[in-house]
């Protein structure tokens, strides 16, 4: 239905709105409405794959599970490459970041086909055992829904932001039957701003997903009731948060190394078929790496890790000691990075917070089984596993609330609070140290869109170098004469001119104050060039150069404009601070708005 359509159905609604309801309470109302929608969207999701996943595995017997295992993820692939290339047009956009970029550069408008797209393709991608989660599309989906909504409804561009958080939040919510969790979520990695103003808003949209969920037995993929924590144990949660964040810094560069390996790869169906092929292999011979991989983290918290060596090649071996278990649960620790880059970078769709769950479930497993194979100290392997969550999502994620609040959630109270706070606070800030940015802003910053940065920052990063250029400058060419150059004195509405040569590289800038003595001296008119009379730039401006920087290099340099050249240093323009700062205060108004 077209949009004018839309607006033309919905005035008399509208009309009403204005004269009987409050903003606040209106607002309040749309993100009711949009944790509704977005729940829904999470249930039909993971109910779906579910199901279906179960159908593809009835009816292969056991024995030979593995290998048909093996051969779904290249069909899951293959299909969502289909459906992005076909409907819609080779664009999908996976992951959290661009929604993060929507926010911060587009004014919270995420595109119609984000409705619908991160559903279809993460169904088909995790269906057939692409192994990655749901959290990221499902998120995605949820702020898609509280953009469009906004639009509809004609709400402001402020609040269009935040109901864009708040689908976010209530896809999470949904998902994990944890409202806390989905709030916090937003706030540090969607939204990227605390605000008190925004809080009643996120809290209700959650908590209206939450009951969504639940009215329709869905969303929560694992329960475990935790008991108290010993305080002799402390030095190990500390050793664990150590763990989790070597093990967040391992995902986050191997995540971008493989997406940077599979970017610069020729072909697409080549890269479904050495993808699909890849993944297929890992999951042969790792058969946890199948999926999302929740059923693992349930049987670890069920105390049945024995479990993970059924259907794998280690399966033949009679003795299967605890030692080859540990192996097993190490490996599917390490490639579960790998497998999912390979399932998104070769075409599929998916995120990485599920994928940070698994692993770190496995490395809490791990450290807590070696520590009591040791004999040193006996612990409970349950509270390391749900810890060791908790510390890889917070380390990959940059988002130790998230952490903390989520496990205290799913755990059924919050027995491990204290524990969860050494893991998730300890593991943030050594995963940060080396890696300053997450697994969903680290590519967003290299392309100079800053994020959990402060609101100025938010504001210029809004803004384009290229759509602030000044391109009235009247140029110069190197051997004009003095005479030419007074003459295109006369005609300019500018005091500062570039020189350029035939090829329009610069050499240089003539200003009309450092040449106003030249241009008594009519002796030389014609022997004196622009080349002898022009000097440096105090500095240049790239193209992809972020506004930040260039403002702060124009105060140290006290310059009020610089020239833009592009890669082959040819003269573009010049970016002035006058236009900068009056953009930047039209920003400002609109985000008031």
């Known amino acids: 239905m077209p949009k004018n359509t839309i607006h033309r159905l919905l005035r008399p609604l509208l009309l009403w709105r204005a004269r009987h ?13 949009v944790g509704v929608l977005a729940g829904l969207a999470a249930v039909v999701l993971k109910t779906l794959v579910h199901d279906s996943q179960k159908g593809l595995s009835s009816w292969v017997p056991m024995e030979y599970r593995v290998f048909t295992n093996s051969l779904y993820p290249i069909i899951g692939i293959a299909l969502t490459v289909l459906f992005t290339r076909y409907f819609l047009g080779g664009n999908l956009g996976r992951g959290i970041g661009p929604i993060i970029y929507n926010i911060a550069r587009q004014g919270s408008v995420v595109p119609r086909s984000k409705l619908y797209s991160q559903l279809v393709s993460s169904f088909l991608t995790v269906t057939f055992g692409g192994s990655a989660g749901l959290e990221a599309p499902i998120s995605v989906t949820g702020s898609a829904v509280g953009s469009n909504v906004s639009r509809i409804l004609r709400i402001g561009r402020r609040e269009r932001r935040l109901l864009t958080g708040c689908g ?16 916090l979520f937003a706030v540090e990695v969607i939204l990227s701003e605390l605000s008190a103003a925004y809080f009643v808003p996120l809290l209700i949209s959650s908590a209206t997903a939450t009951v969504v969920s639940k009215a329709l037995y869905a969303g929560q993929p694992f329960v475990l009731i935790t008991t108290s924590w010993p305080v002799d144990a402390v030095p190990l ?37 050495l993808g699909g092929l890849a993944l297929g292999g890992l999951v042969f011979l790792f058969p946890p790496l199948y999926g999302e991989g929740y ?38 620790m390490l490639l579960k990075v790998v497998a999912t880059t390979i399932t998104i970078g070769s075409g599929g769709n998916g995120g990485m917070f599920g994928s940070s769950l698994f692993a770190g479930a496995l490395c809490g497993f791990v450290f807590a089984r070696l ?7 006996p612990i409970s392997e349950v509270h390391f596993i749900v810890l060791g969550m908790a510390g890889t999502l917070a380390g990959v994620v940059h988002a130790p609330l998230t952490g903390i609040f989520l496990i205290a959630e ?21 995963t940060r140290y080396f890696e300053p940015y997450s697994v969903y802003t680290r590519k967003l910053v290299q392309k100079g869109v800053y994020v959990n940065q402060d609101r100025d920052r938010g504001l210029l990063a809004q803004l384009d170098v290229r759509s602030l250029l000044q391109t009235d400058f009247l140029p110069v060419h190197p051997e004009d004469t003095l005479g030419e150059l007074v003459t295109t004195f006369r005609h300019a509405s500018r005091n500062l001119f570039p020189v350029v040569d035939a090829a329009g590289h610069l050499h240089g800038i003539i200003s009309l104050d450092t040449v106003r003595d030249a241009l008594f001296d009519d002796e030389h008119y014609n022997t004196t060039r622009v080349r002898d009379l022009m000097h440096e730039p105090p500095a240049i401006v790239r193209p992809d150069d972020t506004l930040l920087d260039t403002l702060r290099c124009m105060e140290q340099l006290g310059s009020w404009a610089l020239p833009v050249l592009d890669l082959d240093d040819r003269y573009l323009g010049f970016l002035l601070k006058s ?11 609109k985000e008031s708005e």
């Open 237 to 273: 949660y500390l050793m664990l948060a150590v763990f989790t964040a070597l093990l967040s810094v391992y995902m986050i560069r191997v995540y971008f190394w493989a997406d940077t390996y599979f970017e610069q790869l020729p072909g697409t169906f080549r890269k479904v078929l």
């Open 579 to 589: 236009t900068i700062l009056a953009n930047y205060r039209r920003q400002l108004i």
């Open 410 to 430: 799913i755990t059924g109270g919050y027995a491990l609070f204290v524990p969860l706070m050494v893991v998730t606070s300890g593991s943030y800030l050594i």
């Open 168 to 183: 976010a939040a209530a896809g999470v919510a949904a998902i994990f039957n944890s409202p806390i969790a989905g709030v």
């Open 21 to 33: 309801l409050s903003d606040r309470v209106y607002l309040i109302l749309v993100s009711m409405l």
């Open 371 to 377: 520590i009591n194979l040791s004999g040193l100290y």
């Open 295 to 332: 059923n693992i983290v349930q049987l670890l918290l069920g105390g049945h890790a024995e479990q993970l060596v059924d259907g794998s090649l280690f399966d033949v071996f009679d003795d299967q000691s605890a030692w080859l278990v540990l192996l097993v649960a190490a490996g599917s």
